[in-house]
Protein backbone atom coordinates (compact mmCIF):
# COMPACT_ATOMS: atom_id res chain seq x y z
CA UNK A 1 0.00 0.00 0.00
CA UNK A 2 2.99 2.28 0.80
CA UNK A 3 4.41 1.58 -2.67
CA UNK A 4 1.26 2.68 -3.79
CA UNK A 5 0.52 5.73 -2.27
CA UNK A 6 4.29 6.79 -2.43
CA UNK A 7 3.51 6.25 -6.71
CA UNK A 8 0.68 8.24 -6.31
CA UNK A 9 2.28 10.92 -4.69
CA UNK A 10 4.83 11.06 -6.89
CA UNK A 11 2.82 11.40 -10.09
CA UNK A 12 0.72 14.18 -8.21
CA UNK A 13 3.52 16.32 -7.48
CA UNK A 14 5.38 15.78 -11.04
CA UNK A 15 2.15 16.84 -12.59
CA UNK A 16 2.06 19.98 -10.24
CA UNK A 17 6.05 20.57 -11.14
CA UNK A 18 4.88 20.83 -15.09
CA UNK A 19 3.80 24.26 -15.43
CA UNK A 20 4.53 24.28 -19.09
CA UNK A 21 1.90 21.95 -19.85
CA UNK A 22 -0.90 23.56 -18.12
CA UNK A 23 -3.22 24.71 -20.34
CA UNK A 24 -3.77 29.06 -20.02
CA UNK A 25 -6.58 30.92 -18.69
CA UNK A 26 -8.30 31.55 -21.51
CA UNK A 27 -8.64 28.06 -22.76
CA UNK A 28 -9.49 27.19 -19.08
CA UNK A 29 -12.55 29.45 -19.70
CA UNK A 30 -13.12 28.55 -22.68
CA UNK A 31 -13.71 24.80 -21.75
CA UNK A 32 -15.86 26.33 -18.79
CA UNK A 33 -18.39 27.91 -21.70
CA UNK A 34 -18.18 24.42 -23.75
CA UNK A 35 -19.61 22.88 -19.96
CA UNK A 36 -22.26 25.83 -19.18
CA UNK A 37 -23.44 25.15 -22.97
CA UNK A 38 -23.54 21.45 -22.46
CA UNK A 39 -25.42 22.03 -19.39
CA UNK A 40 -28.42 23.43 -21.73
CA UNK A 41 -27.34 26.94 -21.20
CA UNK A 42 -26.15 30.16 -22.53
CA UNK A 43 -22.77 31.22 -21.60
CA UNK A 44 -23.22 34.98 -23.27
CA UNK A 45 -26.42 35.56 -21.19
CA UNK A 46 -25.54 38.21 -18.21
CA UNK A 47 -25.73 36.03 -15.61
CA UNK A 48 -22.80 34.17 -17.16
CA UNK A 49 -20.55 36.03 -18.67
CA UNK A 50 -18.33 36.26 -15.95
CA UNK A 51 -18.74 32.50 -15.03
CA UNK A 52 -16.29 31.56 -16.64
CA UNK A 53 -13.50 33.57 -14.90
CA UNK A 54 -14.58 33.15 -12.01
CA UNK A 55 -14.83 29.47 -12.17
CA UNK A 56 -10.97 29.17 -13.77
CA UNK A 57 -10.48 31.58 -10.33
CA UNK A 58 -11.94 29.12 -8.31
CA UNK A 59 -10.19 26.00 -9.49
CA UNK A 60 -7.09 27.91 -8.40
CA UNK A 61 -8.17 27.67 -4.85
CA UNK A 62 -9.82 24.67 -5.20
CA UNK A 63 -6.88 22.72 -6.31
CA UNK A 64 -3.90 24.90 -4.88
CA UNK A 65 -2.50 21.41 -2.83
CA UNK A 66 -0.86 20.63 -6.46
CA UNK A 67 2.04 23.78 -5.68
CA UNK A 68 2.39 22.35 -2.21
CA UNK A 69 5.34 20.21 -1.04
CA UNK A 70 3.76 18.37 2.00
CA UNK A 71 7.36 16.91 2.97
CA UNK A 72 8.33 21.37 3.34
CA UNK A 73 5.22 21.46 5.26
CA UNK A 74 6.54 19.62 8.71
CA UNK A 75 10.02 20.14 7.61
CA UNK A 76 10.60 22.38 11.04
CA UNK A 77 10.81 19.75 14.35
CA UNK A 78 10.96 21.40 17.92
CA UNK A 79 12.89 18.85 19.77
CA UNK A 80 13.04 21.52 23.28
CA UNK A 81 9.69 19.33 24.64
CA UNK A 82 10.87 18.45 28.39
CA UNK A 83 11.03 15.06 27.15
CA UNK A 84 7.59 14.75 26.12
CA UNK A 85 6.73 11.21 24.28
CA UNK A 86 2.56 10.72 24.56
CA UNK A 87 0.60 11.22 22.45
CA UNK A 88 -0.18 14.69 19.99
CA UNK A 89 -3.70 14.47 18.93
CA UNK A 90 -5.49 17.09 16.44
CA UNK A 91 -9.28 16.29 16.47
CA UNK A 92 -11.87 17.83 14.31
CA UNK A 93 -9.44 19.60 11.38
CA UNK A 94 -11.76 20.72 8.63
CA UNK A 95 -11.37 19.93 5.19
CA UNK A 96 -13.03 20.62 1.79
CA UNK A 97 -11.48 18.34 -1.30
CA UNK A 98 -12.93 16.92 -4.69
CA UNK A 99 -14.04 13.47 -6.01
CA UNK A 100 -11.30 12.68 -8.56
CA UNK A 101 -13.98 10.50 -10.33
CA UNK A 102 -16.95 13.33 -10.93
CA UNK A 103 -15.31 16.95 -9.73
CA UNK A 104 -18.12 17.19 -7.24
CA UNK A 105 -16.94 18.17 -3.85
CA UNK A 106 -16.75 15.72 -0.81
CA UNK A 107 -16.15 17.34 2.85
CA UNK A 108 -15.66 16.42 6.86
CA UNK A 109 -12.94 16.67 9.15
CA UNK A 110 -9.48 14.72 9.92
CA UNK A 111 -8.31 13.52 13.05
CA UNK A 112 -4.84 13.20 13.58
CA UNK A 113 -2.58 11.82 15.72
CA UNK A 114 1.33 10.26 16.47
CA UNK A 115 3.63 9.49 19.24
CA UNK A 116 6.83 12.25 19.21
CA UNK A 117 10.48 10.83 19.12
CA UNK A 118 12.77 13.32 17.75
CA UNK A 119 10.54 16.26 18.46
CA UNK A 120 6.97 17.54 17.75
CA UNK A 121 5.86 19.88 14.87
CA UNK A 122 3.61 22.68 15.16
CA UNK A 123 0.26 21.87 15.24
CA UNK A 124 -0.87 24.47 12.43
CA UNK A 125 1.45 22.72 10.07
CA UNK A 126 -0.91 19.20 10.39
CA UNK A 127 -3.86 21.16 9.35
CA UNK A 128 -2.19 22.74 6.96
CA UNK A 129 -0.64 19.21 5.62
CA UNK A 130 -4.18 17.91 5.59
CA UNK A 131 -5.16 20.93 2.92
CA UNK A 132 -2.13 20.04 1.02
CA UNK A 133 -3.55 16.70 0.12
CA UNK A 134 -7.26 18.19 0.43
CA UNK A 135 -6.87 20.55 -2.47
CA UNK A 136 -6.40 17.78 -5.25
CA UNK A 137 -8.91 15.79 -7.43
CA UNK A 138 -8.51 13.16 -4.63
CA UNK A 139 -10.63 9.79 -2.87
CA UNK A 140 -11.09 9.58 0.55
CA UNK A 141 -8.70 6.78 0.66
CA UNK A 142 -5.87 7.56 -0.46
CA UNK A 143 -5.61 10.83 0.72
CA UNK A 144 -5.97 9.22 4.35
CA UNK A 145 -2.84 7.11 3.46
CA UNK A 146 -1.18 9.86 2.02
CA UNK A 147 -1.48 11.71 5.17
CA UNK A 148 -0.36 8.91 7.28
CA UNK A 149 3.01 8.42 5.13
CA UNK A 150 3.88 11.94 4.76
CA UNK A 151 3.59 12.02 8.83
CA UNK A 152 5.89 8.91 9.35
CA UNK A 153 8.00 10.05 7.12
CA UNK A 154 8.54 13.59 8.20
CA UNK A 155 8.27 13.10 12.03
CA UNK A 156 9.63 9.61 12.08
CA UNK A 157 7.68 9.18 15.12
CA UNK A 158 6.51 5.97 17.35
CA UNK A 159 3.39 5.48 15.45
CA UNK A 160 0.88 7.43 13.74
CA UNK A 161 -3.07 7.46 13.65
CA UNK A 162 -5.18 9.35 10.80
CA UNK A 163 -9.32 8.81 10.52
CA UNK A 164 -10.99 11.31 7.72
CA UNK A 165 -15.03 11.75 8.38
CA UNK A 166 -16.17 13.21 5.36
CA UNK A 167 -19.89 13.70 3.03
CA UNK A 168 -19.59 12.73 -0.68
CA UNK A 169 -21.90 14.81 -3.10
CA UNK A 170 -21.35 12.00 -5.49
CA UNK A 171 -23.55 9.91 -3.27
CA UNK A 172 -25.36 12.79 -1.86
CA UNK A 173 -26.94 15.10 -4.74
CA UNK A 174 -26.52 12.45 -7.49
CA UNK A 175 -26.58 8.77 -8.11
CA UNK A 176 -28.04 7.12 -4.99
CA UNK A 177 -28.69 10.43 -3.12
CA UNK A 178 -28.46 9.85 0.58
CA UNK A 179 -27.59 12.90 1.94
CA UNK A 180 -25.54 12.81 5.13
CA UNK A 181 -24.47 9.48 4.64
CA UNK A 182 -20.97 9.34 6.14
CA UNK A 183 -17.61 7.72 5.24
CA UNK A 184 -14.98 6.64 7.57
CA UNK A 185 -11.82 6.04 6.51
CA UNK A 186 -8.55 5.16 9.28
CA UNK A 187 -4.55 4.47 8.73
CA UNK A 188 -2.63 3.29 11.04
CA UNK A 189 1.17 3.19 11.50
CA UNK A 190 3.79 2.16 14.27
CA UNK A 191 2.35 1.14 17.26
CA UNK A 192 -1.12 2.08 16.21
CA UNK A 193 -0.83 -0.82 13.90
CA UNK A 194 0.76 -2.94 16.30
CA UNK A 195 -0.77 -2.41 19.37
CA UNK A 196 -4.75 -2.65 19.17
CA UNK A 197 -5.04 -1.07 22.55
CA UNK A 198 -3.60 2.12 20.91
CA UNK A 199 -6.26 1.99 18.20
CA UNK A 200 -8.74 1.85 20.99
CA UNK A 201 -6.98 4.80 22.79
CA UNK A 202 -6.80 6.48 19.68
CA UNK A 203 -10.68 6.33 18.54
CA UNK A 204 -11.95 7.19 22.39
CA UNK A 205 -9.96 10.41 22.54
CA UNK A 206 -11.23 11.24 19.19
CA UNK A 207 -14.59 10.17 20.30
CA UNK A 208 -14.76 11.97 24.00
CA UNK A 209 -11.81 13.98 24.30
CA UNK A 210 -10.33 11.90 27.29
CA UNK A 211 -8.49 9.00 27.50
Not at 24 to 40: C, N
Not at 41 to 68: I, S
Not at 168 to 184: F, N, P, W
Amino acid sequence: MDDVVKSLSTRLNSVADKSSTRPSREEAEAAVRTLIRWAGDDPGREGLQDTPMRVAKAFREFYAGYGENPGEILDKIFSEVEGYDDIVLVRDIPFYSHCEHHMVPFYGVAHLAYYPTKGVVGLSKLARLVDAYARRLQTQETMTAQIASAMEKALAPRGVAVMLEAEHMCMSMRGIQKAGALTLTTQFKGVFKEDPAEQVRFLTLVRNGKA
